[in-house]
């Protein structure tokens, strides 16, 4: 089973979190996971390829932004609302109604 890094609430740092919900597409994956809630990688529909995509996650993924859990040859994606709560109270929120 392959172990993939989350930073410890601890390290999670406002300008990762900010420079990962900057780009569009990273910001609409999370809009999406915040609403449907935790799916695997290939159940969103993304503008980009795969690989992009992959990219796209990974980067949210080191931010502290979401989880990524794998299941067989699945990659589930969740949101660390909790952790991003405790550490930027409010925050996720307003960027996600900023989004809409």
């Not at 589930?76 to 307003?94: H, N, Q, Y």
Request: glycine share 4%; charged share 20%.
């Amino acid at each position: 089973m392959k172990i993939l890094f989350h930073p410890a609430v601890d390290d999670i740092h406002l300008s990762s979190v900010l420079y990962a919900l900057s780009d569009p597409v990273r910001l609409s994956l999370v809009s999406m996971v915040a609403r449907q809630g935790a799916q695997p990688c290939s159940s969103y529909e993304l503008p980009v390829a795969k690989s992009t995509a992959s990219h796209h996650i990974r980067t949210l993924r080191e931010a502290g932004v979401v989880r990524v859990q794998v299941q067989g040859t699945q990659h589930i994606v969740d949101l660390r609302r909790e952790d991003l709560d405790a550490r930027f109270p409010g925050l996720l929120d307003a960027i996600l109604n900023a989004a809409q």
